[in-house]
């Protein structure tokens, strides 16, 4: 089945000091075979590529990026940077890839205006942020500017895992919990919610959120957010009980998810025009994900949704 994937990594000089913490507790062997291949544009991506029948990857840059840049100025600065390489690189392939923007979002109005440059000039079909910034998440008051934009321009934001800004006690001393295990999962639901329970979507019904990993859990909690959030005092009421906007604003990708249980879940709560592809390379198998959706229990029809109509439909490939 032919595939477009969505969390496809990248990495270039300027950006690569603010990566290199959060990859140190590699195994020294995946730390190489994965920073070769996020330099690669060229033959290694597209053979993983052609592999498993992905025709399009949308890229996008490894985390964090320069939302950890102290200086709101450089970090306008190098996002602009990065944003204009990797459009030079779509620009050399533009029937493989395409290209999601890196925005400096301690800067909102700027993160804005660099969402859309990227958009209308650069041919880029959204942007994916790396969770928090310096403390601060997409529910802030200052990001109403950035949610306005992105839904005017129907542009969708990946919320892609990052550390939170402060350890979490409660996995201090049990540290293989911390990241990719566990502790992105609970940090980046956690934003996704903070999102919903804070009317983002009241105010921008258009606005579109894609998250990885078959949803960060979300598709699995549906009625028991509804249920438990009627027992406390909204900070600001909703118009509809919190599944509504996870099923309307929020779509998800199977990156890192390859079983059958979690897949099925997901269709089950949001939809069959809810879940896509993703292989969140090269942290992760493109082989792996293509071979299990090749073969994942769903009908043709939904394989095909999933694969590439209803990427081609959000993004307007
Ligand atoms: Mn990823």
Known sequence: MR???????????????????????LPPA??????GRLFDFGERRLAAMDEVGIERAVLSLAGPGVQVEPDAAVAVRAARECNDQLAAEVAKNPARFSGFAHLPLQDAPAAAAELERCVTE??????????QTLGTYLDDPRYEVFWERAAALGAPVYIHPNDPPAP??????????????????????????????????DRYPAARVVL???????????WR?????????????????????????????ISGQCAAEPLLCALASLGEDRVMFAT??????A??????????PVSEAVRARICHGNAEALFRL
């Open 122 to 131: 650069l041919g880029m079909v959204g942007a994916l942020v790396n969770g």
């Open 3 to 25: 595939k477009i994937a969505l969390e496809e990594h990248f990495m270039t000089p300027g950006m690569n000091g603010y990566w290199l913490p959060t990859v140190e507790d």
């Open 225 to 253: 957010l509804d249920s438990r959030t009627k027992l406390y005092k909204a900070e600001r009421p909703l118009q509809h009980p919190p599944s509504h906007y996870i099923r309307s604003n929020i779509l998800v990708t």
């Open 168 to 201: 979490y006690g409660g996995w201090a001393d049990a540290k293989i919990l911390s990241r990719a295990a566990w502790g992105w999962t609970v940090e980046t639901a956690t934003h996704a919610l903070r999102l919903v329970f804070s009317g983002v979507f």
């Open 30 to 35: 995946l730390f190489e075979e994965v920073r």
């Open 212 to 222: 990885g990993h078959m949803g960060e859990t979300l598709p699995y909690l549906l």
């Open 287 to 296: 082989e792996v994900h293509g071979r299990f959706m090749d073969a994942a």
């Open 280 to 285: 969140d390379y090269p942290f992760e198998s």
